[in-house]
């Protein structure tokens, strides 16, 4: 099986699961079998001392 990696960022409103869910999301819209993930990194934008947005930079591995 070949596989190939893509880097890409995921954001949520609501939680860094949901932020990597995201990256996944937008990857299967490309037409990609996924088959993992690797979270990167994980950062967050915060307003007023609240965290308002989730961000997760994820490695997705898939095959075309």
């Known amino acids: 099986m070949h596989v190939k990696v893509s ?3 995921g954001e ?3 939680s860094w ?3 990597v869910q995201s990256a996944i ?3 299967s819209r490309y037409g990609k079998n996924i ?3 690797e979270v990167v ?3 967050a934008n915060v307003e007023n001392g609240q965290l308002v947005e989730y961000k997760a930079n994820v490695k997705i591995a898939h095959t075309d």
Do not use: H, L, Q
């Open 25 to 27: 999301t937008e990857a």
């Open 17 to 19: 699961k949901g932020a």
């Open 35 to 37: 088959v993992g993930v």
């Open 41 to 43: 990194n994980f950062t």
């Open 7 to 9: 880097e890409i960022v």
């Open 12 to 14: 949520s409103p609501d």
